[in-house]
């Protein structure tokens, strides 16, 4: 059975009632972007400012004091030329409604770049950027200090005139280090193409210098030109170090993923020397490239002047890993290489990827491979034609096959790792999980009277579970008990959320605890709800100033 992709975001509490689970944000059409790892933001705190026009948005973000939210209410605003930098720290851009779809900031080609951001600890979530001259997002340093902590999230990206996010340091010595994209679309479509300049000189993330970043949970698609090479849908370079790659969607890029590129020296090096038989220059440093898909399918690329390049490129990348990655062309004839690592100070450790073209070692570079398969056939794909990369039962050539790396516990929907005997090969986990673990049962009323207890008993059910069973004991309820502990009614429905139920009592605690099931096993054991409710009062103590 094809795995659910839904996921419950769940707190752990005993004895008081949760809100419901938050709802994932509604994303790109792709089946591999884990929705509880794209849950909403918090709401907005601190001093909040709301913004309808182009002219209040202007002042609102020149005159942001630090700790400001800026509210943006629906609508389109054509920017014209007029351009928005963040050059205060802990400065929120966001849409007020949180749909990305609808605030719309519109550079038409006239403004240079959309958002530059220039300070530490910049969010900017929750809205469309669409035709930039340069860069729709810019992040880079200013005077004497990094610019540390950017989170790009739940944004779309819509045919940026170069590179849709550039992230480099303008400032010698300071750096743009520790950022995260997640949850965003970015896209060059067949209407901005027209509009890239200087031999496709576009790409979808392109990093300079820059440490600690992640990027995950992202749709990327359409960089490529009829003649000219684009960059990377993801691209770390000129001496970054220590990125993660994860869970993202690169479809019909020219090249998916890369970690470095050129052997000319000129990026930043590091005092710790993390690549020391290296001889000479390194453009890229560590790193992780895991569960992602990369294809393409479109006639138009194939045509093109560079076909498909590569999925994941590593050039002049000491220790690279690049784990449990699919990638899949519909026309290996017109296909470069599904993965290559070239150069002579590239080392790349390449385990558990599958892939349906070459993995190519050039140049001189080095890697380690490991239960890699190159010929992956479109029937173990539920649609490998449109790139819907999850595996089919029919993959059992690929299915249970392999000892995941410590590192990559989940998959491209973030299910854990293994579900079956083993791990799969690919960045799918074949099947549904076991239930998420309840963590929220609590007694909500509770009556006695001549030796029974009536109990209420509430819960959030995990998201595919078919059946809930619960237990009580006089005892605690452990793991190792569990099967001790008396039931408390027949197995309920995996939907069920609460139950009342007569259980005989005298004297001291009832405990309560429950597991839900679907065809893959059994949750952990939940939280313990307990009978009678203990709570400890402490004492208020008042600081005399006086």
């Known amino acids: 059975m094809i795995k659910a992709l839904w996921r419950f975001m769940l707190v752990g509490v005993c004895l008081i009632t949760l809100a419901g689970p938050a709802q994932p944000i509604g994303l790109a059409a792709t089946p591999a972007i884990d929705p509880q790892a794209c849950s909403p933001l918090p709401p907005p705190g601190g001093t909040i400012v709301n913004v309808s026009s182009v002219l209040q948005l202007e002042n609102a973000v020149n005159s942001a004091a630090s700790g400001t939210t800026i509210l943006i209410a629906n609508g389109t605003y054509n920017l014209d030329g007029v351009y928005l930098r963040i050059d205060v720290p802990n400065i929120t851009l966001r849409s007020a409604s949180g749909n990305r779809e609808a605030v719309i900031l519109d550079g038409n080609y006239q403004t240079e770049e959309v958002i530059q951001v220039v300070a530490s600890n910049v969010t900017i979530a929750d809205m469309t950027l669409r035709e930039a001259y340069y860069h729709p997002i810019h992040v880079s340093t200013s005077g004497s200090a990094h610019t540390l902590n950017t989170l790009i999230y739940n944004v779309h990206i819509v045919d940026p005139g170069e590179q849709a996010i550039k992230i480099n340091p303008a400032t010698s010595g300071y750096y743009t280090d520790n950022g995260v994209i997640a949850c965003s679309h970015i896209e060059l479509t067949d209407a901005g193409r027209p509009h890239i300049r200087n031999n496709c000189y576009t790409g979808g993330v392109d990093a300079h210098q820059s440490r600690n970043w992640v990027i995950r949970d992202n749709l990327i698609e359409g960089f490529w030109c009829s003649s000219g090479l684009s960059e990377h849908g993801i691209h770390l370079w000129r001496g970054c170090r220590d990125t993660t790659v994860e869970r993202n969607v690169l479809k019909n890029n020219a090249r998916g993923i890369g970690f470095g590129l050129t052997t000319d020296p000129g990026?930043?090096?590091?005092?710790?020397?993390?690549?020391?038989?290296?001889?000479?220059?390194?453009?890229?440093?560590?790193?992780?490239?895991?569960?992602?898909?990369?294809?393409?399918?479109?006639?138009?690329?194939?045509?093109?002047?560079?076909?498909?390049?590569?999925?994941?490129?590593?050039?002049?990348?000491?220790?690279?890993?690049?784990?449990?990655?699919?990638?899949?062309?519909?026309?290996?004839?017109?296909?470069?290489?599904?993965?290559?690592?070239?150069?002579?100070?590239?080392?790349?450790?390449?385990?558990?990827?599958?892939?349906?073209?070459?993995?190519?070692?050039?140049?001189?570079?080095?890697?380690?491979?490991?239960?890699?398969?190159?010929?992956?056939?479109?029937?173990?794909?539920?649609?490998?034609?449109?790139?819907?990369?999850?595996?089919?039962?029919?993959?059992?050539?690929?299915?249970?096959?392999?000892?995941?790396?410590?590192?990559?516990?989940?998959?491209?929907?973030?299910?854990?790792?293994?579900?079956?005997?083993?791990?799969?090969?690919?960045?799918?986990?074949?099947?549904?999980?076991?239930?998420?673990?309840?963590?929220?049962?609590?007694?909500?009323?509770?009556?006695?009277?001549?030796?029974?207890?009536?109990?209420?008993?509430?819960?959030?059910?995990?998201?595919?579970?078919?059946?809930?069973?619960?237990?009580?004991?006089?005892?605690?309820?452990?793991?190792?008990?569990?099967?001790?502990?008396?039931?408390?009614?027949?197995?309920?429905?995996?939907?069920?959320?609460?139950?009342?139920?007569?259980?005989?009592?005298?004297?001291?605690?009832?405990?309560?605890?429950?597991?839900?099931?679907?065809?893959?096993?059994?949750?952990?054991?939940?939280?313990?709800?307990?009978?009678?409710?203990?709570?400890?009062?402490?004492?208020?103590?008042?600081?005399?100033?006086?």
Not at 405 to 424: N, Q
Not at 517 to 541: D, H, K, R
């Open 267 to 546: 990026g930043r090096t590091y005092s710790d020397n993390p690549c020391p038989a290296a001889s000479g220059y390194v453009d890229d440093y560590g790193g992780v490239i895991r569960n992602n898909f990369v294809y393409a399918n479109h006639s138009n690329l194939f045509a093109s002047e560079y076909h498909f390049d590569c999925g994941i490129c590593a050039w002049n990348s000491c220790n690279a890993r690049i784990l449990h990655n699919t990638i899949y062309s519909t026309d290996p004839t017109n296909t470069f290489s599904a993965i290559e690592w070239r150069f002579p100070n590239t080392t790349a450790m390449l385990t558990n990827n599958l892939v349906n073209d070459q993995m190519r070692e050039r140049d001189g570079a080095h890697g380690t491979l490991s239960n890699n398969v190159t010929t992956a056939q479109a029937g173990w794909f539920v649609n490998a034609s449109t790139g819907d990369l999850h595996l089919l039962s029919t993959a059992t050539t690929v299915i249970d096959q392999v000892t995941a790396p410590a590192e990559v516990s989940d998959d491209v929907d973030g299910d854990p790792r293994p579900i079956g005997s083993a791990a799969d090969m690919g960045a799918d986990e074949y099947g549904i999980p076991a239930p998420a673990t309840v963590t929220d049962l609590h007694v909500t009323r509770a009556i006695t009277a001549s030796n029974v207890l009536t109990a209420t008993l509430r819960w959030t059910p995990p998201a595919g579970a078919l059946t809930t069973t619960l237990r009580y004991s006089g005892t605690l309820i452990t793991t190792a008990h569990w099967n001790e502990a008396t039931l408390l009614t027949t197995t309920l429905s995996g939907t069920a959320s609460g139950f009342t139920a007569t259980v005989p009592y005298q004297v001291g605690m009832i405990y309560f605890a429950l597991k839900a099931q679907n065809e893959t096993g059994w949750s952990a054991l939940s939280n313990i709800a307990f009978w009678p409710q203990q709570f400890v009062y402490l004492p208020v103590i008042f600081k005399n100033n006086s």
